[in-house]
C-alpha cells in the first residue's frame, strides 16, 4: 500500500506513523517475532519530534507562551531538535543547554536548526546549579515572556505517545503485540505507550531496558535508590527518578551495559540496514533476550528505534572512540 499519498502543509504532519519492521537477522533463530517501531524515521530523526508540537501547543494553550516568545529546555539533544522543529514553524526563539556528555553532532544540529545552546558540564549531581536542567530553568526564569518546556515533568510528554505512538503500535500490530520494550530517558515513551496498551490487552508486558550506572532498574526492583555512575548512551536512564514516568506500568526492568548496546546498534546498521543511535541498541538488546526466553511464534514484541546513528558517527561508529574507551 502507497505510503503518504496525501500533501502535507508543514512538517509537522510528517511527525508520527513511523513504520514498524521485522528485525528478522540480529532476531534470527529466536521463534518469537521481534519488531522495531522507526522513530527515527521522523522529520527530526528521533522519537523526540512527537512531543515538541505537544509542549509547544500545550504551553499556548495554557497561556504560558506568546508569540514572540523563547522555549528554553535541558535536552540530551533529540528534545530540542523535536522543540526547534516546532518552534521554526511557529516562529518562537530557543535556547537549549545540553551535557557535554552528548556528541558534538548533536549540538551541531541545534546550531543548524537556529537554537542557541549552552553546553554544561556532566559531572554534576542534579541539583547543582550547573546541571543542564537546573541552568535551563533559571534561564526560563530569568527572560520575559520564555517557557520551560520540562519535559521531565511535562504531561504533555507521556500524553503524546499514550494519544499517538501507543494506538499506532496497536494498530500496526493489529492489536496482536504481546510485549513491549522500551527505555526510559524522560519516562515519556513507556508511560504513555504502557498505559495505552494495557488499557486495550492488561496481559501485555511492558519491558523497560535501562543502562548499567542508570538508577532506574535499581529503584523500581528494589525501592532503594542506588548511586548513579557514569554510562556513554546517550539519552535514556537517570540518576533521579523523573515525573513523567510512571513506573507503575513498568512490569519489568533489565540492565544493559555500554558494550552490549553499542555491539547491538551496530549490528542492527550491518545487518538489518537499519541505522540508529546507541539507545536502540540496548533496547534491542533486551527485546531479542525476551523473545529468546518467551520462545512463541503467536507472541509479539515491539521495541523502540529511538533514533538515528547520523548522531553518532564520532562515537558508536567510531572505532577509535571505542577502543580508547574500552567498548570494542
Ligand atoms: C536517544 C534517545 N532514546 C530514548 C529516549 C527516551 O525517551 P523518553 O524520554 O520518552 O523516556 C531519548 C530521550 O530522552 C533519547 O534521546
Keep these: 500500500m502507497p505510503q503518504h499519498r496525501q500533501l502535507y502543509e508543514s512538517v509537522l504532519e510528517m511527525i508520527g506513523w513511523t513504520p514498524m519492521v521485522r528485525l528478522g537477522r540480529?532476531?534470527?533463530?529466536?521463534?518469537t517475532p521481534v519488531y522495531g517501531k522507526a522513530e527515527f524515521m521522523n522529520p527530526g530523526g528521533s522519537i523526540k519530534d512527537r512531543i515538541g508540537p505537544a509542549i509547544i501547543e500545550a504551553a499556548e494553550r495554557e497561556g504560558r507562551l506568546r508569540p514572540g516568545g523563547t522555549i528554553v529546555e535541558g535536552t540530551s539533544g533529540n528534545t530540542g531538535i523535536?522543540?526547534?522543529?516546532?518552534?521554526?514553524e511557529k516562529g518562537y526563539r530557543c535556547i537549549f543547554t545540553i551535557s557535554d556528555k552528548m556528541s558534538q553532532e548533536k549540538v551541531r544540529l541545534l546550531r543548524a536548526f537556529g537554537a542557541e545552546v549552552i553546553v554544561t558540564p556532566a559531572a554534576v549531581p542534579p541539583d547543582h546549579p550547573d546541571h543542564y536542567v537546573s541552568t535551563a530553568k533559571r534561564i526560563a526564569g530569568e527572560l520575559p515572556n520564555a517557557v520551560?518546556?520540562?519535559?521531565?515533568?511535562?504531561?504533555?510528554?507521556?500524553?503524546?505517545?499514550?494519544?499517538?505512538?501507543?494506538?499506532?503500535?496497536?494498530?500496526?500490530?493489529?492489536?496482536r503485540v504481546t510485549h513491549f520494550v522500551a527505555s526510559a530517558g524522560t519516562g515519556g515513551t513507556i508511560s504513555g505507550v504502557g498505559r495505552f496498551l494495557k488499557e486495550k490487552n492488561p496481559g501485555i508486558r511492558i519491558i523497560g531496558a535501562d543502562p548499567v550506572g542508570s538508577v532506574l532498574c535499581h529503584y523500581a526492583e528494589t525501592g532503594e535508590m542506588p548511586e548513579a555512575a557514569p554510562y556513554k548512551v546517550e539519552g535514556i536512564g537517570q540518576d533521579k527518578i523523573p515525573g513523567a514516568l510512571d513506573l507503575g506500568v513498568v512490569d519489568e526492568w533489565r540492565s544493559?551495559?555500554?558494550?552490549s548496546a553499542f555491539d547491538m546498534a551496530r549490528r542492527l546498521t550491518r545487518e538489518e540496514g537499519l541505522f540508529v543511535g546507541g539507545s536502540t541498541g540496548l533496547i534491542v538488546h533486551v527485546a531479542l533476550e525476551i523473545a529468546r526466553e518467551v520462545a512463541d511464534p503467536e507472541a509479539l514484541v515491539v521495541c523502540i528505534l529511538c533514533d538515528t546513528g547520523e548522531r553518532y558517527l564520532s562515537k558508536v561508529y567510531n572505532e577509535e572512540w571505542l577502543r580508547a574507551n574500552e567498548l570494542l
Excluded at 26 to 31: D, R, S
Excluded at 82 to 88: K, N, Q, S
Excluded at 152 to 175: D, K, L, M, S
Design 148 to 175: 520551560f518546556a520540562d519535559q521531565f515533568y511535562n504531561a504533555a510528554n507521556p500524553e503524546v505517545h499514550y494519544r499517538t505512538t501507543g494506538p499506532e503500535i496497536w494498530e500496526q500490530t493489529q492489536g
Design 256 to 259: 544493559v551495559d555500554d558494550r
Design 82 to 88: 523535536g522543540l526547534a522543529i516546532a518552534a521554526a
Design 26 to 31: 540480529v532476531g534470527a533463530g529466536i521463534p
